[in-house]
């Protein structure tokens, strides 16, 4: 067995909001383990002045003396894990100063996340396993062509997508929304099949991701069962055809919205924000709904809105949504509400979550909400960049493992 | 969810610390050991930790502290010595506790002789506490040093 | 005998101190040591559950973040059955249960708003300090009830 990947904590309060077992549990399903670094109180004390970030609180300073031990390698670690109290401002500045510092000045993958005492294992999963999969398997993110005949399949909460590509081309693609996960992924595969005029005795290997990538793996016998933000990374770069250098992935879900901070393909840091469904693709789907027009109309209908002629009181779904049926009501028009919608799911993500990466351009739109223009244009304005959305963004998921599932062609 | 069932409930862990120019940890222990009656003890590199039924304890630590009475310092301790949870070993890094012990450690000196000048009878010594805090200038003096910086 | 509150309360210092001169004290290993001792779900290091910053809203509201509830659980029973306190003021380097500063400061005024005895102090840096410093405790200890 393998040697497990070490991921560093830094971190005040997770002890004290009995979620500490919870992160531990994490790491070990994911092959990791957590470790706190050795510091005397002496590296305390003289890091902490050095680092120049006067806060009071001696757990953050701790995390503080941690950080710089990692940094100037006087520890070793594979990966680096920084959490503190959700709701605290002062933890709050640590945590995105050390996770900058962090980034600006060694290799090593950081995540940062805010827990309450609700904190499951279960969310922590998919950032565990993006930690683990950027420290061991470096090798296989670096590939940058697809070879051979492989499957790609994105179970996500919402939609259901497959993928069918040879000798680095889409020769075919299948799409439909989630009803049963194995029986949505099987359809979405045989569409892509069909498309690509190959039979599934051909496909040499098979990649999964999203929600339901570990049942669908195991139905399909995948050779990859990957999470969603290594391998929308990897999808994001070869698709805008930017494999190498920074680049900044968005990908606004059904569920949960990822921002990732991207080198040669390779996440450095990355947020994952799901608990409110007003800052998702779902929220769109139920302002197109009450507007009476296909999700797919609502972008271009956006484009014509000015979002600020409608008054938006809330980011939630349900009061959101009463905002904009309300100004329907007093005489908006479709195209303003469209655009408050796109704009205030923009607006979220951006106060949010955009605050915890460092944006560098091109910043990569992905995903099924990235076909939105509406949203797209929203998101541009208030990051003032030009969006990129690749071809094919919606399948970004599919692409990206059917990428890297070509590394294990003839068991590689 | 897995069930906890305790391990050593009913009993206290002290850790009993000597920063001593003339005890060393392992006199300490020694002693220990032969005042234990089947309490546990486990030395370390600054004392050790006794664990047993509070009363075992209590009388253990009474025998420990007239070894060296100034230089010997006793604090309760939440886990058992040895604990997978706690050690070292298994976090990677000291547990959060030991920096709070490691700064007060450098300070003990100090608190042995306060301990030393109230059994030799000191006569000086103001009890008050150490504030640090500077005292308000006075507001007249105040005034004389402004006056005196006018051109 | 009385029981008195002690900030740090992880300090080996005034733990020392307090049972040296015939009190208990109280510090957050007895806190730690009672949930150590208590069956029920498996949370280690601490045995803290997620139960216990729900504990904590007795102290502070629900938008105050878990880890000062939490801590407020195992600190705050201590701080309602204590008859005195002793704080350190320039208790800045303790970590653990005393690593959060916004709930030492709530520790702090909890304890004055009791309205029981409370001798302030600093750390004595020097041995004329340390001659102050442990005059000053025994002296207040030795007012309270069953002092000696």
Known sequence: MAAPVRIAQLSCGPEYSGVQNEINEAAKSVGAEIFFPDVTLADIRRDFAELGLDVASPDLRLAIAR????????????????????????????????????????????????????????TLLT??????????????????????LTLGIDSGSSTTKAVVMQENH?????????????GSAEEAVREALRQSGVAMGG?????????????????????????????????????????????????????DN??????????????????????SGRFLEMTAKRLGVDIRELGPLALKGESKRVPMNSYCIVFGTQSLVNAL?????????????????????????????????????????????????????????????????????AVGSALLASGFIGGK | ?????????????????????????????????????????????????????????????????????????VKDRGFPPGDPRRCRANLGGARPGYHGHEFEIALLPNISHGLEAIESGKKEIVPSPVTRIPEKLDVQRLKMMMDAQEP | MAKIFIYPTTSLILSDMVERFGHEALGSALGIRERLQTG????????????????????????VPSGVRGRMAILGPLIEQAEAAIIIEDADLAFGCMGCARTNELLKYIVRHRGIPVLDLMYPRSESEGEKFVAAIRDFLKSLPGGR
Request: glycine share 10%.
């Open chain 1, 67 to 122: 950080a710089k031990a990692l940094v100037e390698g006087r520890i070793e670690a594979d990966a680096v894990f920084i959490t503190t109290c959700f709701r605290c401002a002062e933890a709050a500045i640590v945590r995105n100063e050390l996770r900058r510092y962090i980034h600006e000045n060694s290799r090593l993958p950081v995540v940062s996340y805010s827990f309450t005492e609700r904190t499951t294992a279960g």
């Open chain 1, 329 to 397: 009501a007093a005489g908006s028009s479709p195209a303003d509400v469209a655009a408050a919608a796109c704009h205030s799911v923009a607006e979220q993500v951006f106060e949010q979550q955009l605050q915890e990466v460092d944006i560098k351009e091109p910043v990569i739109m992905v995903g099924g909400t990235s076909l939105i223009e509406g949203l797209v244009h929203a998101m541009g304005q208030l990051l003032n960049v030009d969006i990129l959305v690749p071809p094919r963004s919606q399948f970004i998921g």
């Open chain 1, 203 to 255: 496909i040499e290997a098979i990649g999964t991701t999203g929600y339901g990538r570990f049942l669908v793996g195991k139905h399909f016998d995948a050779d990859l069962i990957q999470e969603e933000l290594t391998v929308n990374s990897k999808g994001a770069v070869y698709l805008a055809e930017h494999q190498h250098g920074a680049a900044t992935v968005i990908d606004i879900g059904g569920m």
């Open chain 1, 127 to 148: 950032r565990m396993e993006a930690l683990t999969t950027i420290a061991r398997r470096r090798a296989l993110l670096a590939r940058e062509r697809q070879e051979g």
């Open chain 2, 1 to 73: 969810m897995k069930e906890y069932i305790p391990k050593y409930a009913g009993t206290v862990t002290k850790y009993v610390f000597v920063e001593s120019p003339s005890t060393r940890p392992e006199e300490l222990a020694q002693r220990a050991y032969e005042v234990s009656e089947g309490a546990m003890i486990k030395e370390t590199c600054f004392g050790l930790q006794v664990t047993g039924r509070p009363n075992e304890v209590a009388r253990i630590i009474g025998e420990l502290r007239k070894l060296d009475p100034n230089h010997i310092f």
């Open chain 1, 258 to 279: 990822k921002a990732i901070s991207v080198h040669d393909g390779i996440p450095g840091t990355f947020t994952m924000g799901g608990i409110c469904a007003g800052a």
């Open chain 1, 170 to 182: 889409v020769l075919g693609s299948g799409w439909l929304p989630t009803v049963e996960v194995v």
């Open chain 3, 40 to 63: 029920g779900f498996d949370s280690p290091p601490l045995q803290i559950t997620p139960d216990e910053p729900k504990k904590g809203l007795r102290w502070a509201a629900v938008e």
